[in-house]
Protein backbone atom coordinates (compact mmCIF):
# COMPACT_ATOMS: atom_id res chain seq x y z
CA UNK A 1 0.00 0.00 0.00
CA UNK A 2 1.30 3.47 -0.52
CA UNK A 3 -0.87 5.97 1.30
CA UNK A 4 -0.21 9.21 2.38
CA UNK A 5 -2.04 9.37 5.36
CA UNK A 6 -2.46 6.95 8.06
CA UNK A 7 -4.51 3.97 7.61
CA UNK A 8 -7.37 2.51 10.37
CA UNK A 9 -7.13 -1.38 9.57
CA UNK A 10 -10.61 -2.58 10.68
CA UNK A 11 -10.77 -6.45 10.48
CA UNK A 12 -14.25 -6.73 10.23
CA UNK A 13 -14.41 -10.12 10.10
CA UNK A 14 -18.04 -10.13 11.62
CA UNK A 15 -19.13 -9.03 8.63
CA UNK A 16 -22.71 -9.87 6.42
CA UNK A 17 -20.59 -9.88 3.13
CA UNK A 18 -19.64 -13.55 2.55
CA UNK A 19 -22.19 -15.43 5.19
CA UNK A 20 -25.23 -14.55 7.49
CA UNK A 21 -24.40 -12.83 10.73
CA UNK A 22 -26.90 -15.75 12.22
CA UNK A 23 -23.70 -17.59 11.16
CA UNK A 24 -21.71 -16.58 14.42
CA UNK A 25 -19.60 -19.75 15.28
CA UNK A 26 -18.15 -19.80 12.02
CA UNK A 27 -17.52 -15.92 11.96
CA UNK A 28 -16.47 -16.37 15.28
CA UNK A 29 -13.83 -19.06 14.14
CA UNK A 30 -12.74 -16.51 10.92
CA UNK A 31 -12.28 -13.77 13.31
CA UNK A 32 -9.35 -15.52 14.97
CA UNK A 33 -7.12 -14.20 12.01
CA UNK A 34 -7.59 -10.73 12.94
CA UNK A 35 -3.90 -10.56 14.19
CA UNK A 36 -2.39 -11.48 10.65
CA UNK A 37 -3.36 -7.73 9.96
CA UNK A 38 -0.82 -6.49 12.18
CA UNK A 39 1.46 -6.90 9.18
CA UNK A 40 0.04 -3.92 7.45
CA UNK A 41 0.78 -1.59 10.24
CA UNK A 42 2.79 1.40 9.44
CA UNK A 43 4.00 4.05 11.70
CA UNK A 44 0.66 6.51 12.73
CA UNK A 45 -1.51 3.68 11.87
CA UNK A 46 -4.70 2.27 13.89
CA UNK A 47 -5.42 -1.38 14.38
CA UNK A 48 -8.94 -2.18 15.27
CA UNK A 49 -9.46 -5.76 16.34
CA UNK A 50 -12.20 -8.24 17.56
CA UNK A 51 -9.37 -10.61 19.10
CA UNK A 52 -6.61 -9.82 21.62
CA UNK A 53 -2.70 -9.74 20.17
CA UNK A 54 -0.24 -10.89 22.80
CA UNK A 55 2.55 -8.91 23.38
CA UNK A 56 5.08 -11.11 22.11
CA UNK A 57 3.59 -11.43 18.59
CA UNK A 58 3.39 -7.92 18.36
CA UNK A 59 6.84 -7.51 19.30
CA UNK A 60 7.50 -9.77 16.79
CA UNK A 61 5.81 -8.13 13.66
CA UNK A 62 7.43 -4.79 15.09
CA UNK A 63 10.94 -6.35 14.53
CA UNK A 64 10.34 -7.75 11.30
CA UNK A 65 8.90 -4.66 10.11
CA UNK A 66 11.24 -2.16 11.35
CA UNK A 67 7.49 -0.10 12.78
CA UNK A 68 8.50 1.07 16.16
CA UNK A 69 5.97 0.16 18.85
CA UNK A 70 4.84 3.38 20.01
CA UNK A 71 3.97 4.79 16.77
CA UNK A 72 1.29 2.82 16.10
CA UNK A 73 -1.76 2.22 18.08
CA UNK A 74 -3.71 -1.48 18.57
CA UNK A 75 -7.20 -0.64 19.78
CA UNK A 76 -8.77 -4.90 21.35
CA UNK A 77 -12.63 -4.51 20.98
CA UNK A 78 -14.24 -6.76 23.32
CA UNK A 79 -16.26 -9.27 22.38
CA UNK A 80 -20.01 -8.44 21.97
CA UNK A 81 -21.24 -12.02 20.29
CA UNK A 82 -21.67 -12.70 16.32
CA UNK A 83 -22.81 -8.25 15.22
CA UNK A 84 -20.35 -5.71 12.95
CA UNK A 85 -17.37 -4.56 14.33
CA UNK A 86 -18.48 -1.25 14.01
CA UNK A 87 -21.38 -1.64 16.56
CA UNK A 88 -19.18 -3.86 19.17
CA UNK A 89 -16.83 -0.82 19.05
CA UNK A 90 -19.89 1.22 19.51
CA UNK A 91 -21.28 -0.98 22.73
CA UNK A 92 -17.62 -0.95 23.71
CA UNK A 93 -17.70 3.24 24.18
CA UNK A 94 -14.37 3.12 21.79
CA UNK A 95 -16.05 5.50 18.97
CA UNK A 96 -14.71 8.94 20.63
CA UNK A 97 -11.18 6.84 21.29
CA UNK A 98 -10.03 5.89 17.40
CA UNK A 99 -11.80 9.07 16.03
CA UNK A 100 -9.13 10.81 18.25
CA UNK A 101 -6.30 8.56 17.19
CA UNK A 102 -7.27 8.52 13.36
CA UNK A 103 -7.68 12.77 13.81
CA UNK A 104 -7.19 15.13 11.45
CA UNK A 105 -4.48 13.16 9.88
CA UNK A 106 -6.37 12.65 6.29
CA UNK A 107 -6.89 8.90 7.54
CA UNK A 108 -8.67 6.73 5.64
CA UNK A 109 -10.53 3.30 6.67
CA UNK A 110 -8.91 -0.21 5.27
CA UNK A 111 -11.86 -2.58 6.36
CA UNK A 112 -11.19 -6.43 5.62
CA UNK A 113 -15.04 -6.97 4.24
CA UNK A 114 -16.08 -3.27 2.67
CA UNK A 115 -19.77 -3.84 3.62
CA UNK A 116 -22.61 -0.61 4.75
CA UNK A 117 -21.74 -0.90 8.53
CA UNK A 118 -17.81 -0.06 7.59
CA UNK A 119 -18.82 2.04 5.64
CA UNK A 120 -21.17 3.87 8.20
CA UNK A 121 -18.08 3.51 10.44
CA UNK A 122 -16.24 5.29 8.40
CA UNK A 123 -18.78 7.80 8.65
CA UNK A 124 -18.94 7.93 12.34
CA UNK A 125 -15.04 8.66 12.83
CA UNK A 126 -15.29 11.16 9.88
CA UNK A 127 -12.38 9.90 7.96
CA UNK A 128 -13.20 8.02 4.02
CA UNK A 129 -12.48 4.70 2.90
CA UNK A 130 -9.37 3.21 1.62
CA UNK A 131 -8.82 3.30 -1.59
CA UNK A 132 -11.95 4.78 -2.70
CA UNK A 133 -11.66 9.16 -2.65
CA UNK A 134 -14.65 9.22 -0.57
CA UNK A 135 -17.67 7.28 1.36
CA UNK A 136 -20.07 8.13 -1.49
CA UNK A 137 -17.91 6.32 -3.89
CA UNK A 138 -17.18 3.43 -1.85
CA UNK A 139 -21.30 2.91 -0.78
CA UNK A 140 -21.81 3.41 -4.43
CA UNK A 141 -19.98 -0.13 -5.17
CA UNK A 142 -21.73 -1.97 -2.54
CA UNK A 143 -24.72 -3.53 -4.53
CA UNK A 144 -22.47 -5.38 -6.96
CA UNK A 145 -19.57 -6.03 -4.13
CA UNK A 146 -22.38 -8.12 -2.65
CA UNK A 147 -23.71 -9.56 -6.02
CA UNK A 148 -20.31 -11.03 -6.91
CA UNK A 149 -20.08 -12.12 -3.47
CA UNK A 150 -22.82 -14.80 -4.06
CA UNK A 151 -22.48 -18.06 -5.75
CA UNK A 152 -25.69 -17.50 -7.61
CA UNK A 153 -24.83 -13.58 -8.30
CA UNK A 154 -21.27 -14.77 -10.11
CA UNK A 155 -22.43 -17.95 -11.77
CA UNK A 156 -24.64 -15.74 -13.64
CA UNK A 157 -21.91 -12.67 -13.69
CA UNK A 158 -19.51 -15.58 -15.19
CA UNK A 159 -21.61 -16.96 -17.98
CA UNK A 160 -22.03 -13.23 -19.35
CA UNK A 161 -18.40 -12.95 -19.47
CA UNK A 162 -17.72 -16.11 -20.88
CA UNK A 163 -15.89 -18.04 -18.51
CA UNK A 164 -16.10 -21.66 -18.26
CA UNK A 165 -18.50 -23.05 -15.33
CA UNK A 166 -18.83 -26.51 -14.22
CA UNK A 167 -22.51 -27.14 -15.29
CA UNK A 168 -25.38 -26.48 -12.54
CA UNK A 169 -28.03 -24.62 -11.50
CA UNK A 170 -29.50 -22.22 -8.84
CA UNK A 171 -33.09 -23.05 -7.09
CA UNK A 172 -34.30 -22.08 -3.20
CA UNK A 173 -33.60 -24.36 -0.46
CA UNK A 174 -37.00 -26.26 -0.93
CA UNK A 175 -36.14 -27.07 -4.61
CA UNK A 176 -32.33 -28.42 -3.55
CA UNK A 177 -33.36 -32.41 -3.33
CA UNK A 178 -35.21 -32.12 -6.64
CA UNK A 179 -32.18 -30.54 -8.32
CA UNK A 180 -29.73 -32.91 -7.03
CA UNK A 181 -31.43 -35.47 -8.41
CA UNK A 182 -31.90 -34.42 -11.83
CA UNK A 183 -28.09 -33.32 -12.15
CA UNK A 184 -27.34 -36.85 -10.47
CA UNK A 185 -29.24 -38.23 -13.42
CA UNK A 186 -26.27 -36.85 -15.82
CA UNK A 187 -23.25 -36.99 -13.57
CA UNK A 188 -21.92 -39.02 -10.66
CA UNK A 189 -21.61 -36.51 -8.29
CA UNK A 190 -22.58 -33.04 -7.36
CA UNK A 191 -21.70 -30.66 -5.32
CA UNK A 192 -24.29 -28.28 -3.31
CA UNK A 193 -23.18 -24.70 -2.07
CA UNK A 194 -25.23 -21.80 -0.28
CA UNK A 195 -25.75 -18.65 -2.05
CA UNK A 196 -23.48 -16.75 0.67
CA UNK A 197 -20.39 -18.87 1.84
CA UNK A 198 -17.09 -18.74 2.57
CA UNK A 199 -13.98 -21.20 3.16
CA UNK A 200 -16.46 -24.07 2.32
CA UNK A 201 -19.02 -23.11 5.07
CA UNK A 202 -22.58 -25.49 4.33
CA UNK A 203 -21.33 -27.15 1.20
CA UNK A 204 -22.32 -30.68 0.61
CA UNK A 205 -20.66 -33.30 -1.96
CA UNK A 206 -23.09 -36.00 -3.16
CA UNK A 207 -23.23 -38.78 -4.94
CA UNK A 208 -25.84 -41.07 -6.14
CA UNK A 209 -25.25 -43.64 -3.37
CA UNK A 210 -26.04 -40.78 -1.03
CA UNK A 211 -29.26 -40.94 -1.82
CA UNK A 212 -30.95 -44.27 -2.36
CA UNK A 213 -33.15 -45.76 -1.02
CA UNK A 214 -35.24 -42.55 -0.52
CA UNK A 215 -32.99 -41.42 1.81
CA UNK A 216 -33.72 -37.31 2.38
CA UNK A 217 -31.25 -34.83 1.75
CA UNK A 218 -30.39 -33.03 5.24
CA UNK A 219 -28.50 -29.07 4.38
CA UNK A 220 -26.35 -26.78 6.68
CA UNK A 221 -29.44 -24.13 8.07
CA UNK A 222 -27.02 -21.27 6.46
CA UNK A 223 -29.88 -19.32 4.20
CA UNK A 224 -32.53 -19.95 6.27
CA UNK A 225 -36.05 -21.78 4.69
CA UNK A 226 -35.91 -19.90 1.33
CA UNK A 227 -32.65 -19.44 0.87
CA UNK A 228 -30.59 -19.55 -2.71
CA UNK A 229 -28.32 -22.35 -3.66
CA UNK A 230 -26.33 -23.27 -6.17
CA UNK A 231 -25.87 -27.43 -7.84
CA UNK A 232 -23.07 -27.85 -9.54
CA UNK A 233 -21.43 -30.94 -11.35
CA UNK A 234 -18.64 -32.03 -9.28
CA UNK A 235 -15.57 -32.24 -11.18
CA UNK A 236 -12.50 -34.31 -11.29
CA UNK A 237 -10.42 -31.49 -9.53
CA UNK A 238 -6.84 -32.00 -10.38
CA UNK A 239 -5.85 -28.61 -8.15
CA UNK A 240 -7.98 -25.81 -7.19
CA UNK A 241 -6.37 -22.77 -8.04
CA UNK A 242 -6.98 -18.91 -7.57
CA UNK A 243 -5.86 -15.77 -9.16
CA UNK A 244 -5.44 -12.23 -6.97
CA UNK A 245 -6.34 -8.81 -9.12
CA UNK A 246 -6.65 -5.54 -7.97
CA UNK A 247 -8.56 -2.42 -9.43
CA UNK A 248 -7.44 1.43 -9.22
CA UNK A 249 -7.87 3.99 -11.55
CA UNK A 250 -4.95 2.69 -14.07
CA UNK A 251 -6.95 -0.77 -14.57
CA UNK A 252 -7.22 -3.97 -13.68
CA UNK A 253 -3.85 -5.73 -13.24
CA UNK A 254 -2.91 -9.19 -11.83
CA UNK A 255 -0.99 -9.32 -8.42
CA UNK A 256 -0.16 -13.17 -7.96
CA UNK A 257 -1.94 -16.58 -8.30
CA UNK A 258 -1.66 -19.80 -6.64
CA UNK A 259 -2.68 -23.15 -5.96
CA UNK A 260 -5.19 -23.78 -2.55
CA UNK A 261 -4.88 -26.62 -0.73
CA UNK A 262 -8.41 -27.40 0.53
CA UNK A 263 -10.88 -30.38 2.81
CA UNK A 264 -13.81 -30.96 1.56
CA UNK A 265 -14.03 -27.27 -0.09
CA UNK A 266 -12.76 -26.30 2.73
CA UNK A 267 -9.82 -23.14 1.77
CA UNK A 268 -6.93 -25.10 4.22
CA UNK A 269 -3.57 -23.54 2.49
CA UNK A 270 -1.75 -21.70 -0.10
CA UNK A 271 0.92 -21.87 -2.43
CA UNK A 272 2.42 -19.21 -4.91
CA UNK A 273 3.20 -18.98 -7.60
CA UNK A 274 0.99 -21.88 -9.86
CA UNK A 275 2.61 -25.13 -10.08
CA UNK A 276 4.07 -26.60 -13.19
CA UNK A 277 1.18 -28.66 -13.87
CA UNK A 278 -1.06 -25.69 -13.66
CA UNK A 279 0.77 -23.23 -15.15
CA UNK A 280 -1.31 -23.58 -18.54
CA UNK A 281 -3.97 -22.01 -17.29
CA UNK A 282 -2.23 -18.83 -15.70
CA UNK A 283 -3.54 -16.96 -19.57
CA UNK A 284 -6.99 -17.80 -18.85
CA UNK A 285 -7.31 -17.13 -15.24
CA UNK A 286 -5.86 -13.77 -15.71
CA UNK A 287 -8.49 -13.02 -18.82
CA UNK A 288 -11.08 -13.82 -17.10
CA UNK A 289 -9.76 -11.98 -13.76
CA UNK A 290 -9.63 -8.74 -16.16
CA UNK A 291 -12.62 -9.05 -17.90
CA UNK A 292 -14.43 -8.79 -14.21
CA UNK A 293 -12.17 -6.10 -13.02
CA UNK A 294 -13.44 -4.33 -15.99
CA UNK A 295 -17.21 -4.86 -15.19
CA UNK A 296 -16.04 -4.37 -11.14
CA UNK A 297 -14.71 -0.93 -12.45
CA UNK A 298 -17.62 -0.06 -14.40
CA UNK A 299 -19.77 0.00 -11.45
CA UNK A 300 -16.95 1.89 -9.02
CA UNK A 301 -15.02 -0.95 -7.35
CA UNK A 302 -11.46 -0.24 -6.16
CA UNK A 303 -9.14 -2.94 -4.55
CA UNK A 304 -8.44 -6.39 -4.32
CA UNK A 305 -10.26 -9.04 -5.44
CA UNK A 306 -10.00 -12.76 -6.29
CA UNK A 307 -11.12 -15.33 -8.62
CA UNK A 308 -10.94 -19.15 -7.80
CA UNK A 309 -10.93 -22.59 -10.27
CA UNK A 310 -10.39 -25.73 -10.97
CA UNK A 311 -8.41 -27.74 -13.03
CA UNK A 312 -9.65 -30.93 -13.77
CA UNK A 313 -7.50 -34.08 -14.61
CA UNK A 314 -7.88 -33.40 -17.99
CA UNK A 315 -5.97 -29.66 -17.42
CA UNK A 316 -9.10 -27.75 -18.22
CA UNK A 317 -9.84 -24.36 -15.88
CA UNK A 318 -13.07 -23.85 -14.79
CA UNK A 319 -14.19 -20.80 -12.97
CA UNK A 320 -15.83 -21.58 -9.42
CA UNK A 321 -16.54 -18.42 -7.56
CA UNK A 322 -15.13 -14.39 -7.00
CA UNK A 323 -14.42 -12.95 -3.69
CA UNK A 324 -14.46 -8.97 -3.89
CA UNK A 325 -12.66 -8.27 -0.94
CA UNK A 326 -9.66 -8.78 1.21
CA UNK A 327 -9.25 -12.97 0.90
CA UNK A 328 -6.98 -15.29 3.35
CA UNK A 329 -4.24 -14.40 1.11
CA UNK A 330 -4.33 -10.63 0.82
CA UNK A 331 -2.61 -10.04 3.98
CA UNK A 332 0.01 -12.59 3.66
CA UNK A 333 0.99 -11.74 0.49
CA UNK A 334 2.01 -7.99 1.67
CA UNK A 335 3.63 -9.47 4.38
CA UNK A 336 5.63 -11.43 2.00
CA UNK A 337 6.53 -8.55 -0.07
CA UNK A 338 6.86 -6.08 2.34
CA UNK A 339 9.53 -8.48 3.76
CA UNK A 340 11.55 -9.41 1.23
CA UNK A 341 11.06 -5.82 -0.46
CA UNK A 342 15.23 -5.33 -0.03
CA UNK A 343 16.11 -8.40 -2.44
CA UNK A 344 17.30 -8.19 -6.00
CA UNK A 345 16.17 -11.80 -6.95
CA UNK A 346 12.81 -12.22 -8.18
CA UNK A 347 9.68 -12.21 -6.76
CA UNK A 348 10.22 -15.07 -4.19
CA UNK A 349 7.97 -18.45 -3.60
CA UNK A 350 6.04 -18.82 -0.85
CA UNK A 351 3.14 -20.56 0.90
CA UNK A 352 0.60 -20.44 3.81
CA UNK A 353 -0.22 -23.46 6.27
CA UNK A 354 -1.37 -24.75 9.23
CA UNK A 355 -0.38 -27.54 11.33
CA UNK A 356 -1.39 -29.17 14.75
CA UNK A 357 1.18 -29.50 17.27
CA UNK A 358 0.72 -32.93 19.96
CA UNK A 359 0.90 -30.30 22.78
CA UNK A 360 0.39 -26.47 23.57
CA UNK A 361 2.68 -24.17 23.35
CA UNK A 362 3.16 -20.19 23.28
CA UNK A 363 4.05 -17.97 21.02
CA UNK A 364 7.43 -17.31 22.82
CA UNK A 365 7.51 -20.93 22.89
CA UNK A 366 6.80 -21.42 19.43
CA UNK A 367 9.32 -18.53 18.63
CA UNK A 368 11.90 -20.04 20.23
CA UNK A 369 11.93 -23.64 18.48
CA UNK A 370 11.67 -21.82 15.24
CA UNK A 371 14.68 -20.23 16.06
CA UNK A 372 16.53 -23.24 17.63
CA UNK A 373 15.78 -24.91 14.32
CA UNK A 374 16.98 -21.67 12.02
CA UNK A 375 14.00 -22.10 10.32
CA UNK A 376 12.72 -18.47 11.29
CA UNK A 377 12.92 -15.81 8.70
CA UNK A 378 15.50 -14.11 8.25
CA UNK A 379 15.50 -10.40 6.66
CA UNK A 380 18.96 -10.90 5.43
CA UNK A 381 18.37 -13.84 3.17
CA UNK A 382 14.75 -12.92 2.25
CA UNK A 383 14.26 -16.55 3.30
CA UNK A 384 12.23 -18.51 6.44
CA UNK A 385 9.11 -19.53 8.09
CA UNK A 386 6.69 -16.58 9.92
CA UNK A 387 4.39 -17.56 12.53
CA UNK A 388 1.97 -14.76 10.45
CA UNK A 389 -1.00 -14.88 12.89
CA UNK A 390 -0.01 -14.84 16.72
CA UNK A 391 -0.70 -17.81 19.01
CA UNK A 392 -3.57 -19.96 18.94
CA UNK A 393 -6.80 -19.99 21.39
CA UNK A 394 -6.32 -23.66 21.40
CA UNK A 395 -1.97 -23.57 21.36
CA UNK A 396 -2.21 -26.18 18.96
CA UNK A 397 -3.27 -25.36 15.74
CA UNK A 398 -0.62 -22.87 14.21
CA UNK A 399 -1.00 -20.72 10.88
CA UNK A 400 2.48 -20.26 9.31
CA UNK A 401 4.17 -18.74 5.82
CA UNK A 402 6.89 -20.08 4.19
CA UNK A 403 9.11 -17.55 2.01
CA UNK A 404 12.04 -19.14 -0.14
CA UNK A 405 13.97 -18.62 -3.22
CA UNK A 406 11.73 -21.18 -5.15
CA UNK A 407 8.56 -23.84 -4.98
CA UNK A 408 11.38 -26.76 -4.12
CA UNK A 409 12.64 -24.72 -1.36
CA UNK A 410 9.34 -23.68 0.24
CA UNK A 411 8.14 -27.40 0.47
CA UNK A 412 11.60 -28.52 1.84
CA UNK A 413 11.32 -26.23 4.85
CA UNK A 414 7.61 -26.77 5.13
CA UNK A 415 8.36 -30.30 5.65
CA UNK A 416 11.47 -29.15 8.22
CA UNK A 417 8.72 -27.39 10.11
CA UNK A 418 6.81 -29.80 10.61
CA UNK A 419 9.29 -32.12 11.96
CA UNK A 420 10.41 -29.37 14.65
CA UNK A 421 7.36 -28.52 15.95
CA UNK A 422 5.64 -32.40 15.75
CA UNK A 423 2.84 -31.74 13.71
CA UNK A 424 0.12 -34.14 13.51
CA UNK A 425 -0.36 -35.92 10.43
CA UNK A 426 -3.54 -35.29 9.04
Avoid at 385 to 407: E, Q, T
Wanted: charged share 20%; proline share 7%; net charge negative.
Amino acid sequence: MTETGPIVVFANFFSDLAVDLDEGQILTTWAQQAPRKAWLLRPGDVFVTPVPLSRDFLRYVYDLTGVPPESVAVVEVPPAGPVPLARAVREAGLVEQIRALAGDRGAALLPTALDSSAIAFARDIGIDVHPYPTVEAAEAALKMIMLLNTKTGFRETAEHLGMRLPSGRTCRRPEVEGVVRDLLRDHERVVVKPDRSAGGHGMRFLSRHDLRGGVSLLLDTVGGPEGLWVVEQCLDVAESVSIQLEVSASGTRAVFSGAMRTVQGSFAGYASPLPPSSSHVADELEEWGTALGRLLAGHGYAGPFGLDALVDTAGVAYASESNIRRTATTTPHAMVTRLTAGSAAPPPAWSVAKGWTRSPMDFEAALARLGASRLAFDPNRGEGVVLYADAPPDGRSWRYAVIAKSVGDVEEQGTALAEVFEFERG
